[in-house]
Structures are given as structure tokens and as C-alpha cells.
Nanobody
Framework: QLVESGGGLAQPGGSLRLSCAASGFNLGYYAVTWIRQAPGKEREGVACISGTGANAGHIDLVKGRFTITRDNSQNTAYLQLNSPEAGDTGLYYC??????????????????????WGQGVQVTVSS
């Protein structure tokens, strides 16, 4: 399973780090995508990282502010949120995909057929 943590209240311009810990399987064989859902909106892929960490991508809305990383020795992936804005408020999920392991690739789509999903963690950005 995947378990997210680190969510909570962040001030605009502050920072927050989300964690996505895997248990029961080797996360190193899986690309990880962070997906968020704001109230009343559809799910949106935010960032992804390949199984080795060599390839990563971020959507334009968060480029320069959010950074996805991973530590396979800890079986964990992370999303660093710097300078969050009110529009970043939402429920953040991490998801794991093994279909692109051989290519060391990842996808930011929220609608990809991921093998694992976390339960989500709330991020609220407010002053």
C-alpha cells in the first residue's frame, strides 16, 4: 500500500513536504505520480518521477515551486511544496505505476491506470 503524510495548513509563501511511503512492495520498481483534487474540481496530475528517479516532470502550474523526489532506500517518494498558493489547496494523492519500469518513464496524468493509490492527504493553503 501507499501512505501519504505531511499534509496540513501552509501559509502562502511557506513550504510543506509531503511523503508517500510504500509498504509490502519495492517502490523502486514503480514510477510515482502525485495527483491532487481541489474542492469541486477534477483530479489533476501534478508531478511524476520514474522508478530510478532519473526522469521527472512537473505541470506548468507548479514548475519552479514544487519538486518531486524519491529515496528508494527508504521506499518513499516526496513532494516539496514551496511558495504554495491558495489554488494549491486540495487533497493530494500519490500513485504508483509499474508499466513503465523498463523505460524508466513516468506520466503526470491523473487518469492513468495506476497499480497503487494512497488514501490522500489534505493540504490547505491559507493565511
Amino acid at each position: 500500500q501507499l501512505v501519504e503524510s505531511g499534509g496540513g495548513l501552509a501559509q502562502p509563501g511557506g513550504s510543506l513536504r509531503l511523503s508517500c511511503a510504500a509498504s509490502g512492495f519495492n517502490l523502486g520498481y514503480y514510477a510515482v505520480t502525485w495527483i491532487r483534487q481541489a474542492p469541486g474540481k477534477e483530479r489533476e496530475g501534478v508531478a511524476c518521477i520514474s522508478g530510478t528517479g532519473a526522469n521527472a516532470g512537473h505541470i506548468d502550474l507548479v514548475k519552479g515551486r514544487f519538486t518531486i523526489t524519491r529515496d528508494n532506500s527508504q521506499n518513499t517518494a516526496y513532494l516539496q511544496l514551496n511558495s504554495p498558493e491558495a489554488g494549491d489547496t486540495g487533497l493530494y494523492y500519490c500513485a504508483g505505476d509499474r508499466s513503465n519500469t523498463a523505460k524508466d518513464f513516468c506520466v503526470t496524468s491523473a487518469h492513468y491506470p495506476f497499480h497503487y493509490w494512497g488514501q490522500g492527504v489534505q493540504v490547505t493553503v491559507s493565511s
